[in-house]
């Protein structure tokens, strides 16, 4: 059974860090990408980072990029988002997916369907 585990959110204030994990497993977590996306209620879910476990390359949305880092542990099934210099704006619930390569914006090129895991929120306050 294919499984992505968000975890890692919570209350930070403005300025802050936080690290989300997505611990993967029932798929062959090397070969895929995983990516990261966030939304807010009413609007659309969107790509924030992407890493590609075959080439190790990443891709960010334009609004994270300096701020956000997304890395992997394949020996954890696992990968990370390292969330520094929180905004206001950063607040959403998060999550993770698994896919087929990333585009340039973040997002994955495709999420394979039944490779997403449930959210972890993230609220930062001023």
């Known amino acids: 059974e294919v499984q992505l585990q968000a975890s890692g959110g919570g209350l930070v204030q403005v300025g802050g860090s936080l690290r989300l994990s997505c611990a993967a497993s029932g798929f062959a977590f090397d070969r895929f990408a995983i990516g990261w996306y966030r939304q807010v209620p009413g609007e659309e879910r969107e790509g924030v980072a992407c890493?590609?476990?075959?080439?190790?390359?990443?891709t960010y949305a334009d609004s994270v990029k300096g701020r956000f880092a997304i890395s992997s542990d394949n020996a954890k099934n696992t990968v990370y988002l390292q969330m520094n210099s929180l905004k206001d704006e950063d607040t959403a619930e998060y999550y993770c997916?698994?896919?087929?390569?990333?585009?340039?914006?973040?997002?994955?090129?495709?999420?394979?369907?039944?490779?997403w895991g449930q959210g972890t929120q993230v609220t930062v306050s001023s």
């Open positions: 890493l590609s476990n075959t080439d190790g390359s990443t």
């Open positions: 997916a698994g896919g087929a390569g990333c585009q340039g914006n973040g997002a994955l090129v495709v999420v394979i369907p039944g490779y």
